[in-house]
């Protein structure tokens, strides 16, 4: 019997909060097509909603601006993709460069599934300026649009971080090293996006691969990185920055 105070939610609330819940996610979703599709100027409330297909109050429930939606829907993207690259990470396999290659391979697929997404949380200026108000009665923007880019490359670098800290050596790493992958690997997706070759990121694997492993110094390599780096060469590594 449940204790006094511990009730789950009567059936109304639960199909409120489903409710509320399926009314976000579905602004969230708007605000990324519409900006991909016509642009971040705009991304009114009226546009979104009809994108939406809800009512007005509804998005004055969830946010305070467009910006804020924008912003929040771009975290979220980011947030679930970085979520799926560590879990890949974290799976079983026979080595460290095993794990990073699956992981690799999950963030690259999970660009490819959603380009649209990237092209709004990778390519969103990261210096945009304030978007247009308008009339408090349709719902005032009032503040910049956020940088999602940037927080972007950020989330990135704190996976990379974990996946080096399993490094025997890894205290030998500063941050330059990793702002420096996570940075590398940013330009080449964000060049395939930005050039609508997206469909090219899942054969671009074990160049970046072999490009990130060129990155940790002789001493922190682990020895698969080494056979890895023999077999690949050093060449495929370059090029990968180049083309």
Not at 153 to 180: F, H, K, N, Q, Y
Request: charged residues 30%; aromatic residues 6%.
């Amino acid at each position: 019997m449940a204790r006094e105070g511990s009730r789950g939610l009567d059936s109304g609330e639960r199909d409120l909060a489903f409710e509320e819940l399926w009314e976000r996610e579905r602004l969230l979703n708007a605000a990324v097509a519409q900006a991909d599709a016509e642009g971040l100027e705009s991304c009114t409330v009226e546009c979104l909603c009809a994108r939406a297909g809800v009512p007005g109050e509804a998005f004055r429930a969830h946010f305070q601006s467009v910006g804020e939606c924008f912003e929040a829907a771009c975290d979220s993207l980011m947030q679930q993709l970085m979520a799926r690259t560590i879990s890949a990470y974290h799976a079983p396999a026979d080595s460290w460069i095993a794990r990073v290659r699956a992981a690799l391979s999950s963030y690259l697929r999970g660009v490819c599934a959603r380009p649209e997404a990237a092209r709004a949380y990778l390519l969103s200026p990261p210096n945009a300026p304030p978007a247009p108000s308008e009339p408090a009665a349709d719902g005032d923007l009032g503040t910049a649009w956020a940088a999602p880019r940037e927080r972007a490359i950020g989330l990135l670098e704190e996976t990379i971080a974990e996946m080096l800290r399993d490094l025997p050596e890894s205290e030998e790493l500063g941050w330059v090293t990793v702002t420096g992958i996570a940075g590398g690997i940013s330009r080449v997706v964000e060049r395939r996006v930005r050039e609508g070759r997206t469909d090219e990121l899942a054969d671009l694997l074990e160049p970046m691969l072999t490009w990130a492993l060129m990155q940790l110094p002789e001493e922190v390599r682990p020895p698969e990185a080494e056979d890895h780096l023999l077999e690949e060469g050093e060449r495929r590594g370059w090029e990968l920055l180049a083309g």
